[in-house]
């Protein structure tokens, strides 16, 4: 164990423990799926490294998501400086147009 690895307690359900243990079977959809998004695992792994991979994976949805929703708050807020902007714009012509017609 690193010195940045720490073991915490964690409690899992029967259904959580069937997973895990899928996922330490070489050939079975849980792990062939787990090593097709985090890459190849050990032959031999541990029940501890298998919940840990799920982590890991369970870790990298979260921030993936996370960054999509910063990425879609931000084009939100493009769009909506933009209509301002369009706005703004339309004034502006709007306020020249009526200077020119008050000239005349």
């Known amino acids: ?17 069937d997973v895990v243990q899928r996922i330490r079977d070489i050939g079975s ?5 787990l090593e097709s998004a985090l890459g190849e695992m ?3 792994l541990s029940e501890s490294q298998a919940i840990a991979e799920l ?12 960054l999509d929703s910063a990425y879609e708050a931000y084009a939100q807020e493009l769009l909506a400086e933009d209509e301002g902007f369009k706005i703004a714009a339309k004034n502006r012509r709007r306020t020249r147009a009526d ?4 000239r005349y």
């Open 55 to 66: 982590v890991a994976l369970g870790a990298r949805s979260v921030r993936e998501r996370a």
């Open 99 to 102: 200077r020119r017609q008050n």
């Open 29 to 33: 959809p849980e792990r062939d799926y």
């Open 1 to 17: 164990m690193t010195a940045s690895t720490t073991r915490k307690s964690v409690a899992l359900t029967a259904g959580d423990l």
């Open 42 to 44: 050990p032959a031999n």
